[in-house]
């Protein structure tokens, strides 16, 4: 490496770490209780992971009831949240217009994570994604949220099962029959866990497995078949995949008339969010792991889709240090309950494709049903 290249290179890694201090300066000075100032803390300061990290930890156990099998598991589990807390500060440095620190997953690693929560199976991005119907979109609202329309379920929470994508799909479907009936109905997720085992034509072997995996498109294609959906409340959610299919044809709640994926253009992505309710889309998910708030848009991020969530809404308010200017984003319903992310909630960067979230978007129309 010559001079000139290392002398770059420091000035790209020292306005990293600037912006990423700055970032957390910023929001510290605005928390409103201890609690998130230590989630900011924790993550910036050295010394806070080198000599906190038990501390750090046995708050953590407190606030996410963990509770292990024994003295040795105990061990393993705070040597993988030391590691962490690190990784949340690498994060940070590179999403410094997010804020990173410790979640209920802290205690998992990489893979753990990949295998417990996330779960999109067979991903093949659309061919026809291209051909999808152009909207218009010259009278498009500044900002759109669904959720001030009535047309999104409270948060959700799929446990330690890979069946986000059923939580997408049973996501874009209450939008859906909502627009169609005036109706917000909870779906049941665990009847596709149970009883979809649509598969891909295209892909072979690639089929909905319940908490093994899945994919949104075949959930709707699952639905169109069997008729239907039925309430969560007639179908509650286990966050299992051992039990027999319950499906009662006579209870269905919501049913798909057909569905589309959706141009990878964000403008038409917006359009359609606008136009017909509630988006299923697929998401590449490492940096959420350690997402605590503020606003997702990473340097560097894979678009290798590994999660299925909802996108409910789009902004344009969002403050990139770097950048100096607003930054638009999109608004995503995670799976992962409420004590997630910003209440269940995630926001990524519109713009540049961040983390895939462009590449598999789909909408649904509902039949009019009435929900019994």
């Known amino acids: 490496m010559d001079h000139r290249t290392f002398v770059l290179s420091f000035v790209f890694f020292f306005i990293f770490s600037v912006s990423a201090s700055e970032t957390f300066s910023s929001i510290s000075n605005t928390a409103n209780n201890g609690e998130e100032d230590l989630l900011i803390r924790q993550v ?8 906190g990290a038990e501390h750090h930890f046995n708050e953590f156990k407190h606030r996410f009831g963990k509770v292990y099998s024994s003295q040795d598991e105990h061990d393993y589990r705070f040597n993988i949240f030391k590691s962490n807390l690190h990784r949340a500060k690498r994060h940070q440095i590179m ?26 199976r067979g991903v093949r991005l659309p061919s026809d994604a291209n051909a999808a119907p ?6 498009l609202p500044a900002d759109f949220d669904w959720r001030e329309h009535g047309a999104v379920t409270p948060v959700k929470n799929q446990g330690s099962c890979g069946s986000c994508w059923s939580f997408s799909t049973t996501g874009a ?3 859906a029959h909502f627009l169609s009936t005036g109706e917000l109905v909870s779906l049941s997720e665990q009847q596709l866990v149970d009883c979809d085992h649509e598969c891909d034509p295209e892909e072979k072997g690639s089929c909905d497995a319940g908490c093994n995996g899945g994919l949104m498109n075949s959930a709707f294609e699952y639905i169109l078949k069997s008729g239907g959906v039925m309430r969560e409340e007639d179908y509650p959610y286990s966050g299992s995949d051992r039990g027999a299919c ?12 057909n569905f589309s994926v959706v141009s ?12 017909n309710g509630p988006l299923a889309v697929a998401i590449n998910a490492v940096y959420m792991q350690t997402y605590v708030g503020g606003v997702s848009c990473p340097y560097i991020c894979s678009r290798k889709l590994d999660h299925g969530v909802l996108l409910v809404g789009y902004g344009s308010g969002a403050y990139a240090p770097i950048r100096m200017k607003e930054k638009p984003y999109w608004i995503i319903k995670n799976s992962w309950g409420e004590n ?5 909630y995630y926001k ?10 462009d590449s598999m978007v789909s909408t649904v129309a509902a039949i009019h049903t009435t929900a019994q």
Do not use: M, Y
């Not at 319950?246 to 008339?257: E, G, L, P, Q, R």
């Not at 990524?348 to 979230?357: M, Y």
């Open 173 to 175: 479907l209450e939008g």
């Open 134 to 139: 152009i909207l218009p979109t010259d009278s």
């Open 44 to 51: 910036v300061d050295d010394r806070g992971v080198r000599l």
């Open 340 to 344: 997630w992310g910003e209440n269940g």
């Open 348 to 357: 990524i960067c519109r713009g540049r494709n961040i983390c895939g979230v």
């Open 246 to 257: 319950k499906f009662d044809k006579t209870k269905i709640a919501a049913s798909v008339a």
């Open 264 to 275: 990878l253009d964000e403008d038409q992505i917006a359009a359609n969010l606008v136009k």
């Open 95 to 120: 999403d410094p217009s997010a804020v990173h620190g410790i979640t209920r997953f802290s205690d998992l690693t990489p893979r753990e994570f990949r295998n417990s929560v996330l779960g999109l």
